[in-house]
């Protein structure tokens, strides 16, 4: 069977998240439904990450085995069709048989957006975490690259998570501010623990305050205790960006 690689951007609000699950709406539901209507029988998709409720996305990626081929600049347009306003097929390639979206993927990057001001920008709300109090953002932009490298992330690990270690590899933490004055706090790794950016987000929004310092981010990795990173911070302002393939060798 032919195998396609989707490329899925979506409003993450009001999804419980990518994953089907019982309590809600999810967005790999929605991409199913969709497809299995298109090609007139079952169609499973899996998924390169598994988003949390309230998390966006750009360029999730999904990998999907279907029964014949549609040319691949009609698909996005024919599962469009299909769709909801708030999940949109944004571009559609054939790949090599057995390409498998999440065990395949290279890498992610994330960024999380945060207004800083007095006053709430109710357009901006869906997408950013609203935050008053002026921030240091030379400290946080200070305590960022401590971040990368290869590290034990568990003070970053929310409880919950079913993974079986908690080093993971950080390629890239930057902190920079927009041309309309949004924080973009920008992660990008190998792999992610549960709540890893939210909470790498947390931290350095505590750095912004004044409640850690630069400097002690380096001990607050190395102890491996949660209450010594910041909080978890709330899911609207992340997006994912980008999921990284070999595609020169993947797409056909």
């Known amino acids: 069977m032919p195998t396609v690689a989707l490329i899925i951007e979506f409003d993450g609000t009001d999804f419980v998240g990518w994953q089907i699950q019982e309590n809600g709406r999810s967005v790999q539901e929605q991409i199913q439904t969709a497809l299995t209507t298109l090609y007139k029988e079952e169609i499973k998709v899996t998924g ?35 769709l909801p306003e708030d999940v949109s097929v944004v571009d559609a390639f054939y790949v090599k048989e057995g390409f ?50 290869e590290h034990d992330f568990a003070a970053f690990c929310a409880a919950g998570g079913s993974q079986n270690t908690t080093v993971r590899r950080l390629n890239k933490v930057e902190v920079r501010t927009t041309s309309d004055g949004i924080i973009e706090i920008e992660v990008r790794g190998e792999a992610f623990l549960y709540n890893m950016v939210r909470i790498i987000a947390g931290t350095l ?6 409640k850690i310092e630069p400097y002690e981010i380096p001990d607050v990795i190395a102890s491996c205790e949660r209450e010594r990173a910041g909080k978890t911070l709330p899911p609207e302002g992340l997006t994912l960006e980008e999921v990284f393939y070999d595609w020169e060798n993947i797409r056909l």
Not at 112 to 123: A, K
Not at 205 to 210: A, T
């Open 48 to 82: 390169s990450s598994r988003t949390d409720a309230g998390v966006h996305a750009r360029g999730l990626v999904c990998s999907v085995k279907v029964p014949f081929i549609i040319p691949a600049e009609r698909l996005p347009l024919a599962c469009n069709a299909l």
């Open 205 to 210: 929004l505590y750095v912004g305050m004044g």
């Open 100 to 149: 498998n979206a999440r065990f395949d993927s290279l890498g992610k990057r994330y960024i999380y957006r945060i207004i800083n001001g007095s006053v709430r920008h109710p357009l901006m709300g869906r997408y950013t975490h609203f935050v008053t109090g002026r921030l240091d953002l030379d400290a946080m932009k200070k305590a960022a690259p401590y971040f990368e490298g």
